[in-house]
Nanobody, 123 residues
Framework: QVQLVESGGGLVQAGGSLRLSCAASGRTFSIYAMGWFRQAPGKEQESVGTISWRGGMTWIADSVKGRFSISKDNAKNTVYLQINSLKPEDTAVYYC????????????????WGQGTQVTVSS
């Protein structure tokens, strides 16, 4: 099993930046990809960005492209989500997840999930 712990969320003013971190532990050798997903109140879960664990290929949702970026540090078993130019509509709980079979943007391909970190953007 892989355990994931997110950090870095908080309350920030519009236009600000945050860097979310997700540290993986356990059977990290089995990770194929990691991703960030978010869910705002009353809305469906949204895939934000994913990264292949070995090759480093990345995907970022069109809705946040240019403002969000995903990166990783394999030595630290950590994946990051850099969020710039925050908007009130970015307010959500952000979840980190690990996938074990392929690099994908589909949440169904990710089998281990963190507890989430709240990001709140004030206008």
């Amino acid at each position: 099993q892989v355990q994931l712990v997110e950090s870095g969320g908080g309350l920030v003013q519009a236009g600000g930046s945050l860097r979310l971190s997700c540290a993986a532990s356990g059977r990290t050798f089995s990770i194929y990809a990691m991703g960030w997903f978010r869910q705002a109140p009353g809305k469906e879960q949204e895939s934000v960005g994913t990264i292949s664990w070995r090759g480093g290929m990345t995907w970022i949702a069109d809705s946040v492209k240019g403002r969000f970026s995903i990166s990783k540090d394999n030595a630290k078993n950590t994946v990051y989500l850099q969020i710039n130019s925050l908007k009130p509509e970015d307010t959500a709980v952000y979840y980190c997840a690990a996938g074990f079979s392929r690099w994908s943007r589909d949440p169904a391909d990710f089998g281990s999930w963190g507890q989430g970190t709240q990001v709140t953007v004030s206008s």
